[in-house]
């Protein structure tokens, strides 16, 4: 019977900072938010003493109790067939995570985890309803010992020796063998010139600045800018008042406040830019792609460090995404969709960095280690319908001819003017977006390919189709056209998908049946 | 059950249409109602709408009911007739779809589970809804309306996995 282990003592501290910080926010906006205490006489809870608010914080106590008791009975072990945890005082709790269920072992450390040199295991069985595993606090070597067991168990692993594991552990029953340590393969290192260029690029900046906005809000710091910008100076209504004079009336145009709009609005958008840099930089520090045997192993972070494994056989799709400066500079940004255990339905979708930034250049090669004997760089588009342009304008037509009309009851010159702006526009916009519409259908693998400024190439594994669809709208019916869409496990809501429009119906049908034979003809692993 | 995966296409049982006429009339009552209560909520509160205008809308609320209901009557029937589905040894193919059609094919490999269920009027009409559960995304459940119950449980037996080595 191996032997139980238990947690880190530092768990302890973990849990107490993690209720302390939980506590900690309302407790300061508390003290220093509320002007009055709503006890006493003239407040809203009269019959509470005054000050009462300050006491709120004990509650922290039995959350902090909890924490300990589980500290304190918290045991687990790594069994033959599968890691086996107990916990609980008063309610005992036992899991048995069978190693041929767990999909990943990911550690995750941050700043003070790392001064304890401890990790936080992440056990995932990615099994419908089943919660993962969580198992933090543990030290490093704990956390390898665990992983080398749970991927050394695999039957596909047999003939391999396990992972380096580190010296004080090198007795256990199962190697045979001569231990010949397998080494990883590095494929993928962004340094610090790669992840700034990534962060300026993606522009994620808006999500710390909408962060921001909510905090700023709060302190009301956000009321004391506005109002001195907006309400009371020279943007406020008056501003408004002066532009719509200016262009729908006859009035001066308000020359200077606008060019202080204006450049308000270029520094935004600049300081959107650093920003995003600032959070590439902390969240993809030091990104490392590695294989190990079946597995693509990432690590990055600075702050939270994250070691992430992805199994190449529950990869589903590649999504490779291009924006115009992106291709200016010959870079591209590789994703892959992963599901995994075999649950209910809905397995838990995970999309996962493959490569956040890689030249366009060594793309080929990181898609071989994904799609072994696959040659991205072969591969030959074929384009949708010769008419395709003549059936995907008719929509846009509609649409600009109602909105027209809609325009035209309110002021004819207006409803002009948008006219002749959006057509033009829109009729490049929708040629442009028919020609960069590209699709092929390969031995194992069905890609597409779409998008205009920002361009997306999507993978998709035929082996891991689960649904084929062929769409026809009315428009489709009378030009003979058909659309084929390909279902895989994981996709997101709004992520690109194998959605191919446009295709000459006897084509779509074929493709679809070819593809729902493929798909029918193998089984479907997780 | 090898009668069922004749690989014809069949359509759905008829019954289906004095159901979907129910479930339609339901829903257009309860439309009808809250829409009718906030006319009159609206009227009662907008004194400055003249005699002319709260006729003029209640002769449109009349108007847009009464298509709802000559709509609640008259599509069902158009929906069974572009209602098809297919069953062979590799999996199901539905075809469904009057204006916006649709070809979905689910093979037999990729099927997780399936659902039988009846609502009181399938009950009462000895109809089921079959719901094939699979792992994709947007056709993670794919749902046949209209099916004898009896015949909707044959499908399920004939199309969930049958244990491992099944498919190639």
Redesign the interface.
């Known amino acids: 019977m191996p032997s139980e282990h238990r947690l880190h003592p530092a768990t302890l501290l973990f849990d107490l900072a993690r209720h302390a910080r939980n506590f900690a926010l309302p407790a300061v906006l508390l003290i220093f938010g509320v002007s009055r205490s709503s006890g006493g006489p003239g407040g809203m809870f009269g019959a509470m003493p005054e000050g009462w608010e300050v006491w709120l914080p004990i509650l922290f106590v039995p959350a902090a109790a909890v924490s300990v008791f589980r500290y304190l009975t918290f045991r687990w072990r790594c069994d033959e067939r599968e890691l086996v945890i107990r916990w609980g005082l008063l309610f005992r709790h036992e899991r048995h995570v069978p190693y041929a269920r767990i999909q990943n072992v990911d550690a995750v450390q941050n700043v003070f985890h790392r001064v304890f040199s401890v990790v936080e295991v992440r056990v995932e069985t990615g099994g419908g309803k089943e919660e993962e595993a969580r198992l933090s606090v543990l030290p490093r070597a704990a956390f390898d010992e665990i992983r080398s067991r749970v991927f050394s168990s695999r039957p596909a692993h047999a003939e391999h020796a396990e992972p380096p594991v580190s010296a004080e552990h090198s007795e256990h029953p199962e190697q045979a063998a001569p231990p010949a340590h397998p080494v990883p393969t590095a494929l993928l290192h962004l340094n610090l010139r790669e992840l700034l260029l990534f962060g300026f690029l993606e522009n994620k900046g808006m999500v710390v600045i909408g962060a921001a906005f909510g905090a700023g809000w709060e302190t009301g710091w956000l009321d004391r800018l506005l109002g001195r910008y907006v309400t009371d100076g020279p943007l406020g209504r008056g501003f408004f008042r002066d532009l719509f004079r200016a262009l729908f009336g006859d009035g001066p145009l308000p020359v200077a406040p606008l060019w202080m709009a204006l450049a308000g609005i270029v520094a935004f958008l600049l300081v959107v830019r650093l920003v995003s840099m600032g959070w590439a930089l902390a969240r993809l520090y030091g990104f490392r792609l590695t294989r190990m045997n079946e597995d693509l192993r990432t690590q990055y972070g600075l702050i939270t460090r994250v070691s992430a494994t992805v199994p190449i056989r529950r990869v589903q799709t590649i999504n490779i995404r291009t924006g115009l400066l992106h291709r200016w500079l010959g870079r591209a940004s590789v994703r892959v969709e992963t599901?995994g255990g075999a649950g209910?339905?809905?397995?838990a979708?995970m999309r996962e960095w493959l490569a956040p930034l890689i030249r366009v250049e060594a793309l080929p090669q990181l898609l071989q280690e994904v799609l072994p004997g696959f040659e991205y760089a072969a591969v030959t588009w074929q384009s949708v319908h010769p008419r395709a342009f003549r059936r995907a304008i008719k929509p846009v037509l509609m649409f600009l001819t109602v909105l027209t009309l809609l325009l035209a009851t309110a002021n004819i010159w207006v409803a002009l003017g948008v006219l002749l702006v959006l057509l033009p526009w829109l009729s490049l916009s929708t040629r442009k977006h028919v020609q960069h519409l590209g699709w092929v259908e390969g031995d194992e693998v069905v890609l597409m390919k779409s998008g205009w400024i920002w361009r997306q190439v999507t993978v998709a594994r035929i082996n891991k189709?689960?649904?084929?669809?062929?769409?026809?709208?009315?428009f489709d019916?009378r030009a003979a056209m058909a659309r084929v869409?390909i279902?895989?496990?994981?996709?997101?809501?709004f992520s690109h998908?194998v959605d191919i429009p446009y295709l000459d119906q006897q084509l779509a049908q074929g493709l679809?049946d070819r593809l729902?034979?493929a798909?029918?003809?193998?089984?479907?692993r997780w | 059950m090898c009668d069922i995966a004749d690989g014809q296409d069949h359509q759905l049982d008829p019954r289906v249409i004095p159901l979907e006429q129910a479930t339609g009339a339901i829903q257009l009552v309860v439309v009808a109602f809250w829409s009718f209560a906030g006319l009159l909520v609206g009227m009662l509160v907008g004194d400055s709408l003249t005699v002319p205008i709260r006729l003029g809308l209640l002769l449109l609320w009349t108007v847009l009911v009464g298509l709802g209901a000559w709509l609640a009557f008259r599509w069902p029937a158009r929906v069974y007739a572009h209602t098809f589905y297919r069953v062979d040894g590799q999996g199901i193919e539905i075809r469904r779809g009057v204006y916006w059609r649709v070809v979905i094919n689910v093979p037999r490999s990729r099927v997780q589970h399936i659902d039988v269920t009846q609502g009181p009027i399938e009950r009462r009409l000895e109809l089921g809804t079959l719901v094939i559960h699979t792992a994709g995304t947007a056709h993670a459940q794919v749902a046949l309306t209209g099916l004898e119950h009896s015949r909707a449980l044959a499908l399920r037996e004939h199309l969930l996995p049958s244990g491992a080595g099944d498919a190639v």
């Open positions: 599901a209910e339905g809905s397995a979708p189709i689960q649904v084929v669809a062929m769409h026809q709208s009315p019916r869409t279902d895989t496990a994981g996709a997101g809501a998908r679809a729902s034979a798909a029918a003809n193998t089984a479907f």
